[in-house]
């Protein structure tokens, strides 16, 4: 590397890794604030449903010159629709305007027709679409289907992939990440909407990706050094593998972080989702996968010793 001196021996991470075993707790500690506050505020306050979820209103319009979306926003939410969510397609010449409102169906003909005001004239207004409580009830229970269905497919897939244990500790994990993303949402009350699933849906995928690289490196140490302790182990596989987990993660939360200030707000929701999923993703798979390796019943394979404090000296 360009900062290693020449003739200077190299370090290696399996000659002095850093203990992070001996501060799982803290990190136990952390997932358990994590836990509680998310629970409390689930239980308390919800989440602040989007109209994926509550039902309301969606009008499309076009013209032959493209919207300004900005604009369109500022005077639907001037004309009492604050929560609206606004978008465009057609290369800008469609604005599609969904109100988080409810209303009967003999209101909605007025509301199209104060938003046809809003956007002037030579606007063609297609037929309003009312998406009713059901429709939107279908698609919550969808949205957490999916989340379940694919925690439980990740856990599964580990499980084959390695062994039980690993399958365990990569189930809860994944469940801690998604549980942490979905408890932001609640505790700041930000919109939850279909895009924050797939936002969740994202998340679990990163999550497992950095959680299987390092479980994949324990289980290459277990082969190796035989007669360490269990906690030794960890500590070398994660040390060799943080600059890998570190870079990946910094490198995908500038191009998640360009999306919060810069996606305006339809991506917003979505890229907060990411950045968080990234740091909690990033923390679990040191504090939380790892030391549970060493917590949960059962041997793993090639490991001597099971123990945390179990001292013994490496094969030569």
Do not use: C
């Not at 995908?252 to 950045?275: D, N």
């Amino acid at each position: 590397m360009w900062w290693d001196k020449p003739g200077a021996k190299k370090a290696n991470p399996e000659d002095k890794p850093f203990p992070f075993m001996k501060i799982r707790w803290i990190g136990f500690i952390v997932t358990g604030f994590i836990f509680v506050a998310t629970t409390v505020s689930l239980a308390t306050q919800g989440l602040n449903m989007g109209l994926d979820f509550t039902g309301g209103v969606q009008i499309e319009a076009t013209r032959s010159t493209p919207f300004d979306v900005g604009v369109v926003r500022d005077e639907v939410s001037k004309a009492g629709f604050e929560e609206s969510v606004v978008t465009t397609s057609n290369a800008g010449n469609t604005v599609i305007i969904r109100l988080p409102v409810e209303t009967g169906a003999e209101e909605v003909p007025a509301i199209s027709q104060k938003i046809t005001q809003i956007l002037g004239e030579g606007v063609s207004v297609q037929v309003p679409a009312v998406v009713g409580p059901k429709v939107s009830g279908e698609l919550f229970m969808s949205g957490v289907l999916a989340a379940v269905l694919a925690v439980l497919a990740i856990g599964l897939y580990v499980w084959f992939r390695f062994e039980l244990k690993f399958g365990t500790g990569a189930f809860v994990t994944t469940f801690h990440d998604v549980y942490a993303v979905v408890g932001l949402f609640s505790i700041t009350q930000l919109t939850f909407d279909l895009t924050i699933v797939a936002g969740v849906l994202t998340v679990a995928g990163y999550s497992i990706n950095d959680t299987v690289v390092v479980y994949d490196r324990i289980r290459e140490m277990l082969k190796k050094y035989k007669k360490l302790p269990i906690a030794q182990v960890i500590d070398i596989s994660i040390t060799s593998t943080l600059s890998r987990t570190l870079i990946t993660s910094l490198a995908t939360m500038i191009a998640a972080g360009s999306m919060v200030f810069l996606g305006g707000p339809v991506l917003f929701g979505f890229a907060v989702s990411i950045v968080f999923g990234i740091i909690i993703g990033t923390y679990s798979s040191i504090f939380v996968a790892a030391p549970m390796l060493m917590h949960l019943p059962g041997r793993l394979p090639g490991a001597k010793y099971t123990g945390a404090e179990t001292t013994a000296k490496a094969a030569s």
